[in-house]
């Protein structure tokens, strides 16, 4: 598995060992990684912190010409809200681990001109499956069901 | 004025004298306000604290049967993330003050079945048509631009 996508696997299982959601990101600027991060609804009662949104927090203020230079990567299909963040920043690329256990806006994405790699990561599907199957709640709550 | 978007107005006004970017929203369920906030790029060096992202925050995490009943109001049309974040909580109907300094993705929303309605209020434009005139170069960074 690509450094990167592992580097977003080790998030997402940070987030699964805090009794939390196990989607993991890092946002990647010229083989840097400017920010990591993963899905903080449990830890801090977030409702806007997905794996790819504390991700973008945690790499701060960043200057336009940055963005459109970055690759995210994210271990689950990104939602709307953090298929429309890519597009607000115009991030060109979005490396996704897995869509089987969550479809999400990877068409929009596409339609908008967004490069979108799905790694079909066998590891990041049993994450979110054993995670799914122990709190199903949870995770409706977190994807609005 | 809308009790609700004057709410919202307020929250704007607030950011603006914090020397922030002039965005305010409020999450109504049932005529109370869940959440009020308002874009926090400068006070807290935020990327994601849009205004609308704020106010859901600050209404913390409620069951997808309560944001299905919700009416989000911000004084200004919302952008790709703020909108999507609008899809993924399912939330039916949007109030914007006014979309004559930015357009958002009032289509994207219309098209998947969200209300949308602009009140086009000459305070809502003049705020914003201030703060791009005195800081240019912020608003473009608020908006990936």
């Known amino acids: 598995m690509d450094q990167y996508l592992q580097a977003a696997l080790e998030e997402a299982k940070t987030g699964y060992e805090e009794g939390g959601i196990p989607i993991g990101s890092v946002l990647v600027h010229k083989d840097k990684i400017l920010g990591r991060g993963h899905n903080k609804r449990v830890q801090e009662g977030s409702v806007v912190l997905h794996g790819e ?17 970055c690759v995210l990567y994210t271990t689950l299909s990104p939602c709307p809200m953090c ?51 122990e709190k199903p709640t949870l995770w409706n709550e977190d994807i609005g069901v």
Not at 107 to 114: A, F, I, K, P, T
Not at 118 to 133: A, Y
Request: include cysteine; aromatic fraction near 6%; charge should be negative.
């Open 53 to 69: 949104m504390d991700a973008l927090e945690n790499a701060g203020r960043q200057p336009a010409t940055v963005y459109r230079e």
């Open 83 to 133: 298929s429309g963040t890519i597009l607000l920043y115009g991030i060109p690329k979005v490396v996704i681990g897995e869509n089987r256990t969550f479809m999400g806006e990877e068409e929009l994405l596409r339609s908008r001109g967004v490069e979108v790699e799905v790694v079909d990561s066998q590891e990041c599907v049993e994450l979110m499956q054993r995670f799914i199957q």
